[in-house]
């Protein structure tokens, strides 16, 4: 359901800023997609796992208002974020 530890340093690593960058919005938002993207896979075999799913609503959430943030403040960066990550919005 969790990420590895080298799976995160590799989206960290595709999405930072710079060398030392562990917590812009784009490195969040990056992580809480892969996530997303496990835990969906998760609930496909699990359906009645309510306990990941309320996680999994709040975790789409969380990416909703960063991504809002960095629409807000970045709208290049923003564009180029959720294109690189196959987000709809």
């Known amino acids: 359901m969790s990420i590895t530890t080298a799976r995160k340093k590799e989206v960290i690593a595709d999405s930072q800023?710079?060398?030392?960058?562990?917590g812009s919005p784009e490195v969040?938002?990056?992580?809480?997609?892969?996530?997303?993207?496990?835990?969906?896979?998760?609930l496909k075999q699990h359906r009645h796992?309510?306990?990941?799913q309320r996680g999994?609503?709040?975790?789409?959430?969380?990416?909703?208002?960063?991504?809002t943030y960095l629409q807000r403040k970045d709208r290049p960066g923003y564009q180029a974020l959720i294109t690189k990550l196959g987000l709809r919005r």
Not at 49 to 52: E, L, T, V, Y
Request: hydrophobic share 35%.
């Open 17 to 22: 800023r710079s060398a030392n960058d562990s």
């Open 56 to 67: 999994l609503l709040q975790m789409v959430s969380r990416r909703r208002r960063l991504l």
């Open 28 to 42: 969040q938002i990056s992580i809480l997609t892969e996530r997303i993207k496990s835990l969906t896979e998760h």
């Open 49 to 52: 796992d309510f306990s990941s």
